[in-house]
């Protein structure tokens, strides 16, 4: 089987059971921009990536016990839902699970298997705890497909605050890759100013459209202890560094975005994942970063409250999700069914006027 970055990248999904989302079947593209009220569905939607991420680590029954226990993760509780499950494809091949709830509170593998459109579905077990997923089948379809999930990235860089880890000391080691939250921001744009200066200096220039006064990095070993660095900075023209407490919120934002998506290609997940990236970020700010996405060979699923951020994509980008009597509901947009419409409005006035969903609903 020959990899390009299309067929790594997850092309359909059917999910079921998972807190909101009772009944989820979606096609997926290369850009995928979730929009809806809050409370419809949309982070929900994010999150299933978040226990995705911890089944393939081996960590789900962590997971589920720091969720709260199996009825936290059902739609409505196991009395109403008893199983969850999933079906991710890509392309021509898949991997799916059914979970039960058990009595101890955990969630057991009542069937995982993986998928190829020519043999069908393969089983690999039933009863256990943890998946079996990296045992050898010997069809070659399991390392193609865990290749593709193990590279999914789900970012979340709301804090901001003071004891956020983006602002704290880090190993100047940890840089293999970009770590979700962006702990370590100050160890990785290490390795891409020495490594990579060329993408460097365009998350550089790209943060200086949007902080002007930025003038770059201030990168180096703690001189306390050289095997710890930590995020400094200078402004333009200046000499002093300064540190990252010293940064609005949205400029630190932006710089973390910045990185995810003009990191060399060879180091990007090849989903991208990102829970409302437009937090406190200027709307000139909020343009670049489309850009960005647009521009990223990656796949790249995104869930947004912005109107400024809607209007920069096509009706083809946009997921729209509903919440009707307590149940998530998802839909693509289709962009010839709405030329008419966007002759004389945006995307994001259309959204604004109900005209598409996705706004709150009794």
Known sequence: MTETNENKQLSRMVLKGFKSITGCEIELSRVNVLIGANGA?????????????????????????????PDALLYFGRKTTEQLEFQLYFGNNGYFATLEPTQDNRLMFAKESFWWNVSGERE???GHF???????TRTGI????????????????HDTSDSAYVK???????????RTDARNLASFLYLLRDRNPASYQKIVKTIRLVAPFFGDFYLRSSPQNREVIELEWFERGQDIPFKAHLLSDGTLRFMCLATVFLQPEELQPETILVDEPELGLHPYAITILASLIRSTPKQVIIST????????????????????EGKSLFHRLNQHELEEWLKDYTLGELWKKNVVGGRPSR
Do not use: C
């Open 41 to 69: 569905g949309k982070s929900n939607f994010i999150g299933f990536f978040r226990m995705i991420q911890q089944l393939l680590e081996r960590n789900l029954q962590v997971f589920v016990s720091r969720q709260g226990g």
């Open 124 to 126: 690999i077990g039933r």
């Open 130 to 136: 943890e998946t079996q997923a990296f045992v050898d």
């Open 142 to 157: 399991d390392e193609y497909v865990l290749s593709a999930m193990q590279q999914w990235r789900v970012y979340h860089f």
């Open 168 to 178: 704290q000391p880090h190993g100047i080691n940890d840089n293999a890759y970009l």
């Open 305 to 324: 409250q912005s109107v400024e951020l809607l209007n920069e994509f096509d009706a083809n980008d946009i997921i729209v999700v509903d919440r009707n």
